[in-house]
């Protein structure tokens, strides 16, 4: 127990800091090596609604590693992508190595020759997800030559998901001062088959200059990884409905603005073209994402619809069929699981 307190206590000391680059990793991977030893982590946030990658953290990973996984995981062999892993009672995965880890990926030989191209032995894998929802992804990698991941690594990492889980929520409710100065207009980048960027409307391209790697504003690796993220996770869904939705959603402390990302196959079967639209997340494109890393349950994420509507206690009343008494009562839930002092500031925090 008191392993697990000095590494909440570690954990603790990382939230409240707007981390756009990959401090956030580094200061997990300090706080976890002692827990269970690694030699590269990342730590992805999802959005809760959808399940796809929203934001995301690397720390001696290779981005052109999460590059190749990304690709087996959406159309290939990865066995344990956030989707199958989502599909097992352990809420683990464990890829390459040898002795019983290897048995667990028998067969996926795809999956295990990325990790050793490179120069990565083994990987284990952790679905942060409690009743509430998905909320991310740890990945921590082994070096090729070194021992195993096994399976007291894996319940060990297990216990302290929740303190991830807490992290991530931390992070991605966090409010930053908004990075530019005006809000940029929705932009489309046209992404082809083989993946890379075919066109772009000017206001995407000002999308693409505002968070520029080299302005600071975004991890260096971002544009490698992102566009295919969410190119691939819009043919998967294409291909298979019950697949996570292309809708990705990066907080304010992320890249200084909220950003609403979605992307749809531009012919039927997913092979083509991918339209892909950036934009600011505020007011209804907001709301869902919002509700739910805020812990608001179904009927307050209903309230706040009609708060955000300019509605009066007394159509809300009416509207949802109760009382005006239980309005105000979730509306103090709200409030407070929001961290706002009234309707106003909620408007306005919806709408910045």
Known sequence: MGDVQRLARCLEAAVGERFVRDELAALVSEAVGPWVAHDGLRLFGMNPVTGAVSFGFLHDFSPYLV??????SYLGDDPFSPVDIARLRAPVGLLGGRGRTAEATRGHRRAREILAAHGAGCELRLLLRDSQGLWGLLALLRAEGGRSFDRDDADRLVQISPLLIALLRRYAIGRAPRAGGMRLPAGV???G??????SLTPEAQAWMREIDPARGLAPEWMPLVSMREITLAARRHRIDPAAPKPLAYSPAAFLGRRVVVHAQPLDEDGKGDVAVVLQEATGPLLLSTFSAWHGLTARE????EHLYSGAAPKQIARSLEVSVHTVNTHVKAVFRKTGVSGRDELTAVLDS
Request: glycine letters at 0%.
């Open 67 to 72: 590059r190749a996984q990304l690709y087996d």
């Open 189 to 191: 980048v046209v992404v």
């Open 193 to 198: 088959p083989d993946h890379e960027v075919r």
């Open 301 to 304: 994420r209903q309230l706040v």
